[in-house]
Each structure stands twice: as structure tokens, then as C-alpha cells.
């Protein structure tokens, strides 16, 4: 099972493959919200993904990127977490929580 450690909590858990970032963080209780269910139509799950990880993700849909244009504190790195689909390549994975979201503190 491939790891993904969340700052700045600096938790690290395990995901299933096949499962998304979003969905990984929500059965671990990390504070992640995702108000459209991972369904693509908000960007209230925008994580920050490490440098050394992000050319390692599938490329940015357009979709994706149109939303990304909405989140709260958008960088060079930022992705949604309902697109990052967890693989065993992905084992190790390091991404931020901002601590804010859309319409929510997170901390």
C-alpha cells in the first residue's frame, strides 16, 4: 500500500491503490473537504504537492486545471485532490493541506 504523508500535520498514512488523494484523507480523517464529493466541480480539496513529487502525478486535466483557477491560495504545484489517483508508484508522497479552503478554515 503506497503512503502519502499530509503536512502540515505531518501525518502519514496508507491508501488503498486506486483511490484518490480525497478519498484517502476523508478514511483517515484529514481535514480535506472536497464539497463536490470528488465529483470535479469545486476545488475545495486543493493540496500543494511536494516539488520532487509533482511531475510524477498524471498531467493536469483541463477541467482540473479551470477549477484550480478558483482555489484559495493557487501555486505552481497546486493539484485537486480527487485527481491525484494513488498508485504504488506514488509511495511516499508528501502534499500540504492550505489552511485555507474555498469556504472553510482548515486550521
Known sequence: MPKVTFLPMDICVEAEVGDTLLETAHAHGIPLEG???GSLACSTCHVI???EWYDRL???SEDEEDLLDR???LT???RLGCQIV???????LRVTVPE???NIKVR
Open 35 to 37: 464539497a463536490c464529493e
Open 49 to 51: 504537492v511536494a516539488p
Open 58 to 60: 498524471e498531467a493536469l
Open 71 to 73: 482555489a484559495f491560495g
Open 76 to 78: 505552481a504545484k497546486s
Open 86 to 92: 494513488m498508485t504504488d508508484a506514488l509511495d511516499g
Open 100 to 102: 485555507y479552503s474555498v
